[in-house]
């Protein structure tokens, strides 16, 4: 996601649904440090549990990271702000949701996290 955003924040909302939702932790991008960076963030992906990558302008770096969860067997979800198109060729074989807004992308959030939420059940029940 962009970087820039309130959204990447720690405590920033989005972070907050999927982490409330799936009980896993997230990390982004700029939280990951190491000597070899690029090694860093391949090692990240390659334990990641999802790999959600927000494509909206089509960001090379993004796009690369993307590819590399599909390459390791990450699960992997694409979305875009604005109207739905195809994405970059190696990224067709997913399904991009789009928004238009920040509301829509908090929706789109929760709908893409609860796909993946961990249930705990109760053998005593």
């Keep these: 996601m962009d970087l820039d955003s309130a959204t990447a924040r720690a405590g920033g909302p989005i972070r907050h649904i999927?982490?409330?939702?799936?009980?896993m932790p997230t990390i982004v991008g700029n939280e990951i440090?190491?000597?070899?960076?690029q090694s860093a963030i391949r090692d990240k992906i390659q334990r990641a549990f999802i790999v959600l990558a927000d494509i909206t302008d089509d960001n090379l770096n993004t796009?690369?990271?993307a590819g590399m969860g599909l390459a390791l067997g990450?699960?992997?979800?694409?979305?875009?702000?604005g109207k739905?198109?195809?994405?970059?060729?190696?990224l067709r074989d997913l399904q991009l949701s789009t928004y238009e807004d920040e509301v829509e992308l908090l929706g789109l959030v929760h709908k893409i996290a609860r796909r993946y939420r961990r249930?705990?059940?109760?053998?005593?029940?």
């Design 33 to 37: 440090y190491g000597v070899q960076i």
């Design 119 to 125: 249930r705990i059940f109760n053998a005593e029940l």
């Design 18 to 23: 999927i982490e409330r939702i799936t009980g």
């Design 84 to 90: 739905p198109r195809r994405p970059r060729f190696m």
């Design 74 to 81: 990450r699960n992997v979800e694409i979305i875009a702000r």
């Design 63 to 65: 796009c690369i990271e």
